[in-house]
């Protein structure tokens, strides 16, 4: 697993150096060693997934993003829980790329977090 985390960090240089393609492939190296080591279920691995997501999302591939971003959310759903913040910011980053479905997603996004927080909460902002 460390050199799993040194090659998602070593992606996350890459990517603020402007090397998508390289970081890209970190990114799917790090993806298979962390589900040789933990499985195909792991936190780190749906890091990575959120990772990629974005960088497909800036290159215009939404086919690939939407593909990424669902495997996204179910791996934060079923790790961590509907009602963890990652699992609600990945429904919304997912309810932001597909209109015909974002109302349905955002309208989850906000019952879980007036479920896990308040109507007073500061990210009900963005959602509304």
Known sequence: PLE????????Q??????????ALD????????FAQVFGPL?????NC?????RIYHALGD??????????TVIMYERLLGVDNSSSISAYY?????????ALRLLHRVRYLIMLTHSEDHPEMSNVD
């Open 93 to 101: 980053c997912c309810g932001a790329e597909r209109n015909v479905v």
């Open 13 to 22: 240089v890459q990517l603020q150096s402007g090397n998508i393609e390289v």
């Open 4 to 11: 799993a985390s040194g090659l998602y960090e070593l992606s």
């Open 26 to 33: 970190y990114l799917s190296e790090a993806v298979q060693l």
């Open 62 to 71: 939404s086919k690939l993003s939407i593909s990424y971003q669902h495997k």
């Open 42 to 46: 792991h936190v780190n691995i749906a």
């Open 49 to 53: 997934y959120k990772v990629i997501t």
